[in-house]
């Protein structure tokens, strides 16, 4: 199942995420973006998301190790950068595409991680490439 994890640039932003290489996805405090983070499974594709001003998806990871099971009130979940996409894709392109509704990512704008259907990953890779 592909995801999208929100960051706000200003805290950590994809081009720290790109130097790391590495970083293990915590912080996260909602139950039901903490629900999404447990449901993760290594090898799932990520999409990482600026949030702040920005609003656009920016760039592309893996999750490397899942949320141990049993681990409490808090997920860990460490994700690999895999790299920048070719173009971000806005907020605003993400409502405009049919893909997207009924999608958590707009029904729920301070959702953390939220899962995306297959369609929604591939119309945020077309749109990146355009």
Do not use: C
């Amino acid at each position: 199942m592909p995801w999208l994890v929100k960051t706000e640039p200003g805290e950590y932003s994809f081009d720290d995420f790109l130097k790391d290489g590495r970083t293990v996805w915590d912080g996260v405090s909602n139950p039901q973006a903490l629900r999404n983070l447990r449901a993760m499974a290594a090898g799932e594709s990520v999409f990482v998301y600026h949030t702040g001003s920005e609003r656009r998806v920016v760039g592309r990871a893996e999750v490397v190790r899942p949320a141990a099971q049993g681990s409490g009130r808090e997920a860990l979940v460490e994700l690999k950068a895999v790299g920048r996409l070719g173009a971000p894709v806005s907020l605003a392109d993400l409502k405009a595409d049919r893909a997207f509704s009924g999608s958590p990512l707009l029904r729920q704008g301070r959702l953390s991680v939220v899962p995306l259907t297959s369609e929604q990953a591939r119309a945020i890779e077309k749109r990146a490439e355009s």
